[in-house]
């Protein structure tokens, strides 16, 4: 079993849609959660970085963190066809980076 | 501000063959890491350096040898090339502490 569970899609939403996107893991030490968005031919960027449970918003972009429930989300209002691409989430323990562990990451398309 | 620079961008090899892939970062990072990307794989750990003088194995070093030439500079060199090793190969670096990896644009290397 992966330590890091992520539906790899493809999802395919119209326009304007609200998007959620959803990881589960099983380690309870990890302590920071990350989504990145990684673009056809490219590295991954960093899009959301958010510490232990809770919400965290930047903009279209919403984090929900529950660790009692080992789930993370990535919610994403009004959708653009410029949100089309695959978004990897990651999570590590308190110890540092080389501790990250990937999702294998869900592909969106957004159609216009 | 260039981040992290990846060379090359493609590379064919036959097997046997050897190469070093280059990576340099210009955000004055410590930590720097080797990771490779596969279909439904997520990306893996092959090598990091959690500063310069140091490295250490990741989740899939065999096949692979680094080196942290200077704190900007971090190479991954594959000895006597296998089919296997064919993949996307993204270097990344962080800060230190908790903060999140930044990625290079990949090298994307087929081994026939």
């Known amino acids: 079993q992966k330590e890091v569970e992520q539906d790899p899609g493809p999802l395919s939403v119209p326009e304007g849609a609200i998007v959620s996107l959803n990881c589960t893991y099983s380690n309870s030490a990890f302590q ?15 899009l959301m970085y958010t ?3 809770g919400n965290k918003e930047d903009g279209r ?35 540092g980076g080389f501790k990250t562990i990937f999702g294998a990451g ?4 957004v159609k216009a | 501000n260039a981040g992290v620079t990846q060379t090359p961008k493609f590379q064919v090899l036959k097997t046997g063959q050897s190469m070093t ?18 279909p439904g794989m997520g990306l893996r750990l092959i090598y ?6 140091t490295t250490d194995k990741g989740e899939v070093p065999n096949g692979y040898n680094v080196s942290r030439l200077n704190k900007r500079e971090f190479s991954l060199r594959l000895e006597s090339a296998a089919p296997s090793q064919t993949s996307v190969y993204f270097c990344a670096s962080r800060a230190g502490g908790n903060s999140p990896l930044h990625f290079g644009n990949g090298t994307r290397l087929t081994v026939t």
């Open chain 1, 61 to 95: 972009f919403t984090a929900q963190v529950d660790k009692s429930s080992k789930y993370i989300s990535l919610f994403i209002r009004d959708s653009q066809p410029s949100d089309s691409a695959t978004y990897l989430c990651a999570m590590s323990p308190n110890t």
């Open chain 1, 32 to 46: 920071y959660f990350m989504w990145y968005r990684q673009y056809s031919r490219k590295g991954p960027e960093l």
């Open chain 1, 106 to 109: 869900t592909r969106l398309f």
């Open chain 2, 21 to 38: 892939l280059q990576c340099a970062q210009d955000m004055n990072h410590n930590s720097m890491y080797w990771y490779r990307q596969d």
């Open chain 2, 48 to 53: 990091y350096s959690a500063s310069e003088g």
């Open chain 1, 51 to 53: 510490y232990s449970s």
